[in-house]
């Protein structure tokens, strides 16, 4: 059945939902401050201030799910609390009036550090900045009336994706073969998110009612180190692997000292200096969905990242 789905962000994660809504038949609403996001027959774009209630009303009408993807418009703790519980709580609001589910793209903040795999049973009590604001997110939704899901993922790659460990920072140096220095330890194991697969797995949840009101891991592959993942990046990309050194977090606590970026970059230092892999096999069995193996999902980052290099040329 056709039924409208509002998408809310046209970041990496809200443009990926809407294409694979819009690509798979459904009537797509997209809501940004700007009108930005895809060009599709199906998405309709809307420039809609999700964060003002009044606004709200018309941008949700005849919406079955309501998939909130939006972000903080800085990386800081600060900004975080101002403008992200701020929004939740009008979206949560405007989607219980018309008995529509809301789906979310969470992150792992909320557990902290952690001893062994991250499974969706782990303790989501992180407290104090970044980590504090997702903690406090979280525990808003499972009070709110309105009928969500989270759905967590690890560090996203994929195509779209720029502002992250294995975005704008990582492949195009790879691939031109530049030194490849990394935050933490090179030889510690890390899950990567696969930005398709947690779109995949946020429009399974709004279509499952037995789904709702739960947490969720992402589909996520076998964690890697990160030495690996510049290998395996260099191998999609057909070059030579470039030279790759570390970045200890000592030396962002240090520079966070004078530095506010620096401070909040060292926050979630800790995912780099040990392992941190998320177990999302059990998410995988209620979702009936599997992770894209990363050899399969690296060949398709490799080439958006060139298809921007020659559009940009």
């Not at 459904?26 to 027959?41: A, E, M, N, Y």
């Not at 230092?269 to 209620?286: C, G, I, L």
Request: net charge negative; glycine share 8%.
């Amino acid at each position: 059945m056709n039924t409208v789905h509002v998408v809310t962000g046209a970041g990496p994660v809200g443009t990926t939902v809407a294409l694979q809504l819009a690509d798979a038949g459904q009537q797509v609403r997209l809501l940004t401050r700007s009108g930005s996001g895809p060009d599709h027959p199906s998405i309709e774009r809307r420039r809609v201030d999700v964060s003002r209630p009044d606004a709200l009303a018309g941008a949700f009408a005849g919406a079955t799910a309501v998939h909130h993807c939006i972000h903080g418009s800085a990386y800081d703790a600060r900004v975080w609390r101002e403008e992200l519980p701020r929004a939740e709580e009008a979206v949560l609001e405007a989607a219980g009036r018309i008995g529509a589910v809301v789906v979310f793209p969470e992150s792992l903040y909320s557990h902290g550090p952690v001893d062994g795999p991250i499974t969706e049973e782990t303790p989501r009590t992180a407290t104090g900045g970044k980590l504090g604001v997702r903690t406090d997110l979280l525990a808003r939704r499972e009070a709110s009336a309105t009928p969500t899901v989270s759905v967590a993922a690890s560090d996203f790659y994929g195509p779209l994706v720029r502002n992250a460990h294995a975005g704008e920072r990582m492949v195009p140096t790879v691939l031109v073969g530049r030194t490849m220095r990394v935050l933490g330890s090179l030889d510690q194991p890390h899950s990567f998110t696969y930005v398709p697969d947690l779109a995949a797995a946020m429009v399974e949840a709004a279509r499952r009612e037995d789904l709702w009101n739960s947490f969720l891991h992402a589909p996520t592959a076998a964690p890697v180190t990160q030495r690996r993942l510049v290998e395996a990046i260099a191998t999609a990309g057909g070059v030579t692997v470039p030279r790759t050194s570390a970045v200890p977090p000592w030396v962002l606590h240090a520079s966070g000292l004078v530095s506010r970026e620096m401070r909040e970059l060292a926050e979630t230092s800790y995912m780099f200096a040990a392992p941190f892999v998320m177990d999302s096999t059990a998410s995988e069995q209620r979702l009936g969905l599997a992770p894209t193996p990363m050899a399969e999902g690296l060949a398709a980052t490799v080439a958006w990242w060139r298809e921007q290099e020659r559009a940009a040329a």
